[in-house]
């Protein structure tokens, strides 16, 4: 019970990083964006390619920071990953998602969010091949918290969960606290009356995909430090992704933290009950929860 | 020669079958504006209900009815129907979006519930053990499969034709009305939230119809048949011959499931050893340009939709237009 609790936040921990973007460009882009998973699969890989290319030019970068099973060089590598993927998201929303936007309605970007998805995920695919890949081949021991009931937690799993704690308070710092959270909240609110008061929308919604797309590369990364990393891994979070940002309310990013640690949390709690080839459902039985009791979410607002 | 038609046979059906899908897509998507992201869902519903109540009596697991087949095929249009009720009666009220997460969670949840669920409908192994209707009668060979091509074909026509009806009735005005304005027809009187679940059940049933269809062919479903590509498959379709036209809708099935069926055989064919595991991946990217380029380039579609002007509207609009 207090094992599945603890794997539960630590799912928490990478799914709340991949929510926030998410409600942010739901919220200000106004479209449900189902690529938004692949953006943590590209960070991923490209931490994967970035951690190979450092310890091959710094070797000394490449010893393990006991106890963790992390080296110094993934560390710099998921910096460089974090500004790559946002760069990614940048260019994918002026190819493809900027001309759709000016071209169709709201759901035809919908569409081509699932369109994009699908060619992110093979092109991946096709580059690194089908078979699982890992940031460290050696065995990461656990930590034996309690033998009865057992308990066991790994040293990276606590670095994974402080890492995002961190950069969740570092964005709650931007946000409430920065002419430019407000001019980025201001957007969310109302985007007229915002540009009227001199905030460059074009501006804030670079920024946003460089954000969201900056978290969804320390999310993938961590999902890959805490799982593995395969191409498809962006088909298996969707959907919990986007449970959390319905549960924490669409545009709320406070909603967002919360509801990726109760999906997280929901989902290792479940394997209590349900047989563990359930779990990919219950992020949907969540969402139906959440719109039979609270449509908005916890934090969220009705607009249409 | 025989080989050649009998091969075409097969094509057409299938073909014809998934144009049912697509004018069940149409419905919700072109005529409605409904954003269905679990289009398999329903299809799966469909076809797992058709051969669960037709079916003959299954160890293991819910089946062995064996009704008369079209009150089987009627069963699974009731099952997809079913299930849009629940999804559309949650999520309708709410903004675009919910519906498309709700949907696409229900095709996720769908696959995992029939792989896992033995008891229910034989999990990963699938509903095997269907007799074809009139097998007896027709036999296994070309003369069944021809037989049973006429009768999708006849089945497309008849949706096609109720669709047309419906599109340049009342309720087909109303549908295109809440989804170019919804306050504009709130302000009528009109019920959006209601309309709009009539004709998210009623896509829904169509896609049931064609999962029916689909299941009965192949007298056999398993959740290989319940993946997200046949969603993208069939919206592509969609997108491509024209979102808000039914002809459009048809001919694009026909379309990309040749351009489907042929990529996947060129690359069987020509392409390395090496790269015949990619496959798939090659005809994903495939699928997802597809979309993309079309909502980029011409997000009308080939056969576009046909604007109904109603010109007495527009003589009365300049008549009074001064004001």
Excluded at chain 1, 173 to 195: C, D, H, I, K, M
């Amino acid at each position: 019970m207090i094992q599945h609790l603890l794997d539960g936040i630590l799912t928490g921990s990478y799914l709340s990083l991949g929510a926030i973007g998410l409600t942010l460009v739901m919220h200000i882009l106004r479209f449900a964006n189902f690529s938004h998973a692949e953006l943590l699969s590209l960070g991923a890989y490209a931490a994967l390619v970035c951690d190979a290319l450092v310890s091959g030019l710094a070797p000394f970068l490449a010893v393990k920071l006991a106890p963790l099973s992390l080296t110094g060089s993934l560390i710099l590598a998921i910096l460089v990953s974090m500004v790559l993927t946002g760069l990614s998201a940048l260019l994918i929303d002026r190819l493809v998602f900027k001309r759709v936007r000016e071209k169709g309605q709201e759901l035809s970007m919908v569409f081509a969010s699932f369109g994009m998805a699908l060619i992110m995920r093979n092109v991946i695919g096709l580059i690194f091949g089908l078979s699982p890949e890992l940031y460290s081949r050696d065995i990461a021991f656990a930590t034996v918290l309690s033998r009865d009931p057992l308990i066991l937690i790994k040293p990276d799993q606590v670095f994974v969960l402080g890492a995002a704690l961190l950069l969740m308070f570092a964005l709650h710092l931007v946000l409430s606290r920065t002419t430019f959270g407000y001019a980025l909240r201001a957007v969310a609110e109302n985007p007229s009356l915002a540009q009227v008061n001199g905030v460059n929308l074009q501006r804030t919604i670079m920024a946003v995909w460089l954000i969201g797309g900056g978290l969804a590369a320390v999310a993938g990364v961590f999902y890959g430090i805490s799982h593995q990393l395969i191409p498809v891994m962006g088909r298996d979070l969707v959907l919990p992704i986007f449970a959390a940002t319905i549960v924490g309310g669409i545009g709320s990013v406070y909603g967002a933290v919360l509801g990726g640690f109760i999906v997280g949390i929901a989902g290792n709690l479940a394997l209590l009950i349900l047989p563990s080839g359930y779990t990919p459902s219950v992020p949907f039985l969540m969402i139906l929860a959440v719109l039979m009791i609270r449509p908005h979410g916890l934090f969220g607002e009705a607009r249409a | 020669m025989i080989g050649v038609i009998s091969y075409l046979v097969f094509f057409a059906t299938t073909a014809s079958i998934l144009a049912i899908a697509v004018l069940g897509l149409n419905l919700q998507w072109g005529n409605t504006g409904l954003f269905n992201g679990g289009v398999v869902a329903f299809f799966g519903a469909g076809a797992y209900a058709t051969l669960i109540l037709g079916g003959a009596a299954q160890a293991g697991h819910l089946g062995g009815y064996g009704i008369f087949y079209p009150l089987a095929l009627l069963g699974g249009m009731v099952a997809a129907g079913l299930m849009a009720w629940i999804v559309g009666l949650l999520t309708l009220r709410l903004r675009h979006d919910y519906l498309a997460i709700a949907t696409f969670g229900v095709a996720v949840a769908f696959e995992n519930l029939m792989r896992n669920a033995e008891w229910l409908a034989g999990g990963a192994k699938g509903v095997r053990g269907f007799e074809r209707p009139l097998r007896t009668a027709l036999g296994d060979g070309f003369i069944y499969n021809l037989v049973f091509f006429v009768v999708v074909l006849l089945i497309l026509i008849l949706t096609y034709l109720f669709l047309q009806r419906l599109v340049v009735s009342p309720f087909g005005r109303l549908l295109r009305a809440i989804r170019e304005d919804e306050e504009a027809a709130q302000s009528l009187g009109k019920n959006p939230a209601r309309i709009r679940l009539i004709a998210f059940i009623t896509g829904s049933v169509i896609l049931g119809l064609a999962g029916g269809l689909y299941g009965t062919f192949y007298a056999f479903v398993s959740p290989q048949d319940v993946l997200p590509t046949l969603t993208f498959q069939i919206w592509a379709m969609l997108i491509v011959g024209g979102a808000g036209n039914n002809r459009g809708a048809i001919f694009g099935a026909f379309l990309i499931w040749g351009a489907w069926t042929a990529s996947g055989w060129a690359l069987s064919r020509f392409a390395p050893v090496e790269v015949q595991l990619y496959t798939g991946s090659v005809q994903f990217i495939l699928i997802g340009s597809v979309i993309v380029g079309m909502l980029m380039w011409r997000p009308q579609g080939f056969l576009p939709e046909r604007l109904v002007v109603s010109h007495k509207g527009k003589t009365k609009r300049k008549q009074h237009g001064e004001y």
